[in-house]
């Protein structure tokens, strides 16, 4: 019977744990609106990026995410694009809003 409990409460335990890790993983970060310029400074350069409707427009290429945008300003392998610009954002809408 000891055996039942404590299997019970592992059970229990590694939910919970599960539970949490999804709730966190699940953050939606919204993507801002089209024609919005987003700049960053880093390493005293100042970057702009423009939100087109197709994605992200940073030096005249085209880009699918912020990420990939971030990790050429970087040159770091692994970056978090939302986070990177979030950091010091500061957001221009374009549309006029």
Request: charged share 25%; no cysteine.
């Amino acid at each position: 019977m000891a055996a039942k409990k404590k299997s019970a409460a592992k059970k229990k335990a590694a939910t919970k744990r599960k539970s949490a890790a999804t709730r966190k993983s699940a953050t939606v970060v919204q993507r801002p609106k089209t024609g919005t310029a987003i700049t960053r400074e880093f390493k005293g350069a100042k970057h702009t990026v423009k939100v087109t409707a197709d994605g992200y427009s940073y030096k005249g290429a085209e880009y699918g995410s912020l990420t990939a945008i971030a990790k050429v300003i970087t040159g770091y392998a692994s970056i978090s694009g939302p986070r990177f610009f979030a950091a010091d954002q500061t957001s221009k809408n374009g549309g006029g809003a």
